[in-house]
């Protein structure tokens, strides 16, 4: 101790101030805990009040355990009189359910007029015109369904008209066996104006591609308004068969 304040006395003053304000700090605790009402034993609690506590916790316990005895008890059913749920109305009873569905009309079930949609066949040749007959009236000619009547359509669509019934041979049909039914009508073709298309309007014909499209529009551009055909027999886009085949679907206006 005596060797302790020997060495208090090289502290700077304010570093002593600051020792002696924690010791007067710890010793002023020290007192409180001391003095301190809790620190002296806790006197017993009013028998009577005791008592009301007591009666209030265990009403609180109680009410605790019966819901939860509520909330979590199973359920539970007699095997021989559980009935599943069933999903009838709730209006009605089981002999009012049976007179109510006995006095209800059968339904009748719709058919559709097949008639129409699959037309009779034909028992003799009948003559038509390729370039102006309807679907119904091909699938009257024995061999023709829709699906076929349908490429005949579509086919005289994208080419604007048939020149010739073996034009047929090219959507895969056996044009023989239809060659008595069909007459054909060169002048209900649809043609192309050679010199007014565009590339993209000459080569959506099935005739032609996009080359000998291009050709086309080129030696328009560079020598005027094209006169027929016999002009591209030298060029390497054509053969005389794209030639002969075009005849037929070009305009030279």
Do not use: C
């Not at 009402?37 to 609180?60: G, I, V």
């Amino acid at each position: 101790m005596a060797h302790w304040f020997d060495e208090f006395h090289y502290f700077s003053p304010a570093e002593k101030r600051g020792i002696v304000l924690l010791l007067g700090a710890i010793l002023l605790v020290v007192v409180l805990l001391v003095l301190s009402p809790f620190s002296s034993a806790t006197e017993p609690m009013d028998p009577e009040a005791e008592q009301k506590f007591q009666a209030e916790y265990e009403a609180f316990m109680a009410s605790i355990h019966e819901a939860d005895s509520l909330r979590y008890q199973p359920r539970t059913y007699e095997p021989r009189t559980y009935q599943p749920r069933t999903y009838e109305r709730r209006t009605y009873t089981q002999r009012s359910y049976q007179a109510d569905t006995a006095t209800r009309e059968t339904p009748q079930l719709y058919l559709p007029d097949t008639t129409r949609l699959y037309p009779k066949k034909l028992d003799e040749i009948v003559v038509f015109d390729i370039n102006h007959v309807d679907s119904l009236t091909l699938m009257q000619i024995p061999g023709i369904g829709s699906g076929i009547a349908g490429m005949i359509l579509n086919y005289r669509r994208q080419l604007g008209g048939f020149y010739d019934i073996s034009q047929l041979a090219e959507i895969r049909l056996d044009y023989q066996q239809l060659l008595p039914w069909f007459e054909v009508h060169e002048e209900d073709i649809t043609r192309i104006p050679v010199n007014r298309s565009s590339v993209e309007r000459l080569r959506n014909h099935p005739y032609l591609n996009f080359y000998q499209a291009r050709a086309l529009v080129e030696y328009r551009q560079r020598h005027g308004d094209i006169k027929n055909l016999r002009t591209f027999i030298l060029y390497d886009e054509f053969t005389e068969q794209d030639l002969e085949r075009l005849s037929h679907y070009l305009s030279f206006d």
